[in-house]
């Protein structure tokens, strides 16, 4: 159990609790217009985010909640996007103030694993990258079940992965296959509608990636001496290699309950 209180350990502290501190910071100084790009971390793709928006039919009238929102990027890019309502859970401090300074919408500091939501009370609920960092990936879709209203949506994006044994994963994390993930999903209670890959999708424009690696830099300038910060990257580091050696992928799926 990392300082945060969710089961997990320290290096995941570092990059979800430590990074999003320092990101603002950088955000803070490069300017606004980066706050999205930049507060984007495993979602950084907008024709992914319009995809899903799409498949889960968000608009003006829907209530969206993040489970597991980070920096809260892809909520703004909802709340911009579509005038969706949206309200940001996250288990991390650090990351909830982030979200909290850069975009001002409503933040619960919570578990995915245990939402302190009533049943059914929800339109749509979504959670972009976060599954294979629970500890108990059954019992959050379980929770994103339960709380979504019938006839509602649930969206996905989930890193899985298309080897049976990866040569390294960054810690704290766990990929199910592609097989093991739509078990699992049946197994919560949730019925598959549309599946896609994200790379199947442009990545993001390149202004979007320019303003996203800008903060990056920065951040690295400012704590590369930090030892947060090497541990923090090395997490990040291992993901890339994963994704970029087509062993680990994104997965997006429209459910309903
Ligand atoms: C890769 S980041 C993705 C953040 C955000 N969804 C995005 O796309 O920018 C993974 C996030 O999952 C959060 N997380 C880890 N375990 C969680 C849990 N049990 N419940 C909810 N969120 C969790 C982490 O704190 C982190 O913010």
Request: proline letters at 5%.
């Amino acid at each position: 159990m990392s300082d945060s209180g969710i089961e997990g350990p320290d290096a995941m502290d570092d990059e979800f609790d430590t990074m999003p501190r320092w990101t603002v910071e950088a955000i803070e100084s490069l300017g606004a217009s980066h706050a999205i790009p930049a507060a984007c971390r495993g979602s950084g793709n907008p024709a992914a985010l319009t995809w899903l928006a799409d498949m889960m039919n968000l608009g003006e009238t829907t209530e969206l909640v993040d489970v597991g929102a980070g920096m809260g990027g892809a909520a703004e890019y909802a709340a911009l996007t579509r005038g969706t309502s949206v309200l940001l859970v996250e288990p991390m401090l650090g990351a909830c103030r982030a979200a909290t300074q850069l975009f001002g919408r409503a933040t619960v500091a919570a578990s995915g694993t245990d939402l302190p939501l009533a049943d059914g009370g929800v339109d749509a609920v979504w959670s972009l990258g976060v599954l294979c960092s629970s500890a108990d990936q059954l019992r959050m879709l379980e929770e994103m079940r339960r709380v979504t209203r019938p006839g509602g949506a649930v969206g996905l994006l989930v890193y899985i992965k298309t080897v049976a044994d990866l040569p390294e994963q960054p810690d704290g994390n766990e990929f199910p296959t592609r097989g093991e993930l739509i078990d699992l999903v049946r197994r919560a209670g949730l019925h598959v509608g549309e599946i896609a890959d994200l790379p199947d999708f442009d990545g993001p424009p390149q202004v979007w990636q320019q303003q996203a690696q800008a903060v990056d830099d920065l951040v690295a300038r400012e704590h590369r001496d930090d030892r947060r910060w090497q541990v923090a990257d090395t997490q990040q580091s291992t993901m890339g290699h994963l994704i970029g050696d087509g062993l680990v992928l994104g997965m997006l799926l429209s459910l309903t309950p």
